[in-house]
């Protein structure tokens, strides 16, 4: 999801609402390609390391069978790293929910009222001090 498709100079209720369902949305969808890339990544790393052993087996130089170790190695902690990615963006799009129900409690039936009436009537926070 880029600015441009979050900004907005309107922060009516119906706005927000809509943003952070987008958000929740834009998160979700992200956690399913990060899974998709960490998968790759293990079966990269596994297949990274069957080489590495290949080669080992094959009695060829040893800095290749190191560096072949070593490219595994760091795909599968970047597979970690990537799991860590899904856990926030999870999480991230169920706090977005959560936001998005209290601000429908907090503002759902003024909303409701403001939007009936045919008379202006003021924005939130007018008669705050």
Not at 24 to 43: G, N
Not at 64 to 79: D, K, P, Q, R, Y
Not at 120 to 127: E, L, V
């Amino acid at each position: 999801m880029s600015s441009d498709e979050i900004k907005s100079d309107d922060n009516g209720y119906q706005d927000i609402q809509a943003k952070l369902t987008k958000l929740s949305k834009a998160l979700d969808d992200k956690a399913v390609e990060l899974e998709a890339l960490r998968r790759r990544m293990q079966t990269n790393a596994k297949k990274a390391e069957d080489t590495a052993k290949a080669i080992e087996n094959g009695d060829l130089d040893p800095r290749f069978v190191e560096m072949t170790f070593a490219v595994a190695t760091a795909l599968g902690g970047a597979a970690v790293q990537i799991r860590h990615l899904i856990e926030d963006a999870v999480a991230g799009a169920a706090h977005s929910r959560v936001v998005q129900g209290s601000h429908a409690k907090l503002y759902g039936r003024l909303d409701e009222i403001r939007s009936g009436r045919r008379e202006k009537t003021p924005k939130a926070g007018f008669f705050a001090e």
